[in-house]
């Protein structure tokens, strides 16, 4: 599993207080939802040359969501940045769980992924 900064797809999750002790995808970015318009220029950096993001929270149904759509808003065309595809993860960080995916529970920010370096992709 790479972090965010070594691939050309992004996670980018919004949890709060559940990051420190649920965990998150390995490798993915943390933005809190409370603060995330805030830092909207700091997500424009951090993902820039990125082909596609992936936002997503616990569910995936407020939070990651409306991150997701508050992010094409602000830049408009997405495309001018290089991102082609602006999605959200179906079913979340808990179905990502649930499926097997790597996960990690370091207090890194960013995650760097070393938490999952270990771990086997499930079978497609």
Known sequence: M??????ETC??????DERSYDGHIAGSL???SDTFVD???KLVEATNGKDTLVFHCALSQVRGPKCAQRFAEYVGDAKVMGVKNIMVLERGYNGWEASGRPVCRCSDVPCKADCAANVPSPAN
């Not at 790479?2 to 691939?7: H, I, M, R, T």
Request: charged fraction near 20%.
């Open 2 to 7: 790479s972090s965010c900064y070594e691939v």
């Open 11 to 16: 996670n980018i999750f919004f949890r709060d």
């Open 30 to 32: 943390h933005f809190s």
């Open 39 to 41: 830092k909207l220029p």
